[in-house]
């Protein structure tokens, strides 16, 4: 159902395969993800969201796993079916276990669950939270 | 700009009285949430939704803090003000230094920036990501 | 923090008054809300907004409070302020109790919980609910 | 697609089985949906998750049909296609008729559009429906 | 997977034919999308939402193809498959190029990111930017 | 309610300033936004995040103007009352007028609306609009 099909590496240009390999290299795989390939199209677009991705998820005040965490959490919530599939790959890749996932899954529908009983309440923000 | 006010402790029936003992309690703190005191004029639905946070929000697998970096990063992928304001409280009681804040948000922004690329490029799932 | 400022009765064209009468007659009431006045700087916005809102709204198969609390059940999900306090009026205008209002969110509570459950476990639709 | 694969009744664990028979019992069925055999691979996120659903769903202020009418206007809201479908089977098994499912289908895509401008036009709270 | 099955051209009733014609003259095509063939279940909503889809996308202040870049960017932003697939193709029609596809695409993946990050760090709105 | 106050160009360290002033020159402008004043505390976070923005709203095959009217749209879809405020601004000042903003609003309101009943309705990909 791609829009454009994906550019494989073999039919790359030499700049989209530049961004090929910085993937692979930093992600230590063989293997380019389709959503990679389906931005391809657009060389600028590649290179600037794999610039983004790769300096936001190095690890820093946060570790990888608990980034990934994160990431899918984000995901979850907008119910991104290809984001789900990939991330949740990439969280176990990181270390994400069965049991950290059914925690996760329970704190993002708690989550969910809670914020629109804050809205619907219309709950005033306690003084303490102000500033 | 609440709709019912706030059930203060003083004015509660003893099971919600209940309830905010727990709270306070379980979280070693002498004030309860403006959220609680909003749902408290439904004592059936106080009581469920604390014991489903309770629960939820115990340390097992992932810690305290992660949890509520979870929290947080979906209370903002909703942008639901109340939420976002004791939710980065809590995160901070729990240990969120400046700098964690800093990244989990920089990771929030960047899934919903990735989801909707993914998304609107239609990407079809990986065949190594399936099942 | 309105953009345009509220287009108010006495300054009204013609068509613009037509419509806010036709509101006041409707709804039996004397006052026209500021969602109206706003979008009254846009005639042809005004008039098809509010004929679509009159006929969607008028009861059929569901009755008029059954459809108030589907409304405020939806705006309370997307989280809109604006949308829950006037929908939340009219909702009681409309017989919604305080006990209604109380299992109204807890049903929308819930179903944003298990969205995301259903959506984060990647769930297959059960054979017997496709098609 | 699904991560982790059903939990079917022959292979679960004697408090999963307790909670599929609660399903069965309560829905008058011999079916337990995926999603519950999805979420038993945490049982403890199953029972929670159940005892949730079960109490919030059981009629009271608000009857049967009109809980789960709500329930599927929040699923068509998030567009969660697993909810959609199921909680279409499960409102209809309630009593929603053909029309009842257009009206509600009508309202809920009502209230997504006025949400929109609501916000779009930045629009103040009115007067009266504040507190 | 669509719960009513489409109706088509030659089993429809005349008020749905009526509308049918008037999409295909308006449209220039022989083809009328599945999405009004769902809803023509319900000729009142069929006819509302066609007045609604055709005034709301004729040209005026913006041309048709500002419009469908606008219509596309929304579909995206909620991740609705149906309406990418569906708008993709109507903006094609009206002159988008797969460079300006991949703008877009930009476009809305970074407002996701911006929006997230305004109310992840509680921005207070700019004084010039309020009123 | 500003979690970390706004830092301001005074107190910037001088990588902070070198953005500052990127933004002034850019944007023709001598008022930094209260976003950029937030992100400054982590100047990684605010040297990335304005990279993405001027790379991305520059004008390429879409216009300045059009870019602004996407980014409007995407703000109000996810009602973020800051970037709405800000990007209503914005693309004034690129040249929308009140009738260009009219008709953008009922644009986002109508896709709004069709994205449910698409999802709700459970309308199959039409064949053409597939690959």
Redesign the interface.
């Known amino acids: ?4 099909g994906l550019v494989e590496y073999e039919q790359a240009a030499p700049e989209v395969r530049a961004v090929y390999e910085d993937i692979m290299a930093t992600r230590q795989t063989d ?1 380019v ?3 990679w390939k ?2 391809a ?2 060389p ?2 590649l290179r ?2 794999w610039a ?2 790769k ?3 190095q690890p ?3 570790d990888a796993l ?2 990934e ?21 990439a969280a176990r890749k990181a270390g994400m ?30 003084e ?4």
């Open positions: 159902m791609a829009t454009y293997r993800n389709n959503f389906a931005l199209h657009d600028a677009l600037r969201t983004l991705v300096e936001t998820m820093g005040a946060l608990t980034k965490l994160i990431y899918l959490a984000v995901s979850i919530t907008n119910q991104c079916a290809y984001c789900i599939a990939s991330h949740t790959a276990s069965d049991q950290m996932f059914a925690e996760l899954s329970a704190v993002v529908a708690l989550a969910n669950y809670t914020n629109r009983l804050a809205s619907g309440y219309q709950v005033e923000i306690d303490p939270f102000r500033s």
